[in-house]
């Protein structure tokens, strides 16, 4: 199973996303902003980051383009969820390897994104 860092201001989103990764049996470590993600990336070694794009602080993007200049995390999987569409927010999408939009079934495209990954 995976070590995940999940990135969300919202308090419920961070728990339906912990259940969601949990009951797969995935580790998870937890962010309720982008320079608290930031702080986990460089602290842990993780195998994943589910980040939502609006964050304060950092937004996702912003901790996914720093997260890809370094050497020792550029290859960590990057999964930006996000409220807008694809064709709506090509920021995110520059920096995530996944872009899952919050207005689709999120469990199973959270689950069919993280078996992809590497």
């Known amino acids: 199973m995976k070590t995940i860092l999940i990135a969300d201001d919202s308090a419920s989103m961070r728990k339906l996303l ?21 702080k986990l990336a460089f602290d842990n070694e993780i195998d994943a980051i589910v980040a939502d ?28 969820i996000s409220g807008l569409t694809a ?16 207005n689709t079934d999120l469990k199973s495209q959270l689950l069919a994104a993280l078996d992809k990954l590497p």
């Not at 912990?18 to 930031?38: M, N, Q, V």
């Not at 064709?87 to 999408?93: G, L, Q």
Request: charged fraction near 35%.
């Open 87 to 102: 064709e709506n927010d090509k920021p995110a999408s520059l920096f995530a390897d996944v872009l899952i939009s919050k």
């Open 18 to 38: 912990e259940t969601i990764l949990k009951s797969e049996g995935h580790t998870i470590l937890i962010a309720e902003d982008g320079r608290e993600a930031l």
């Open 53 to 80: 794009q609006e964050m304060p602080l950092l937004t996702g993007s912003e901790l996914f383009k720093i997260l890809k200049t370094d050497p020792e995390k550029k290859d960590i999987p990057r999964i930006m």
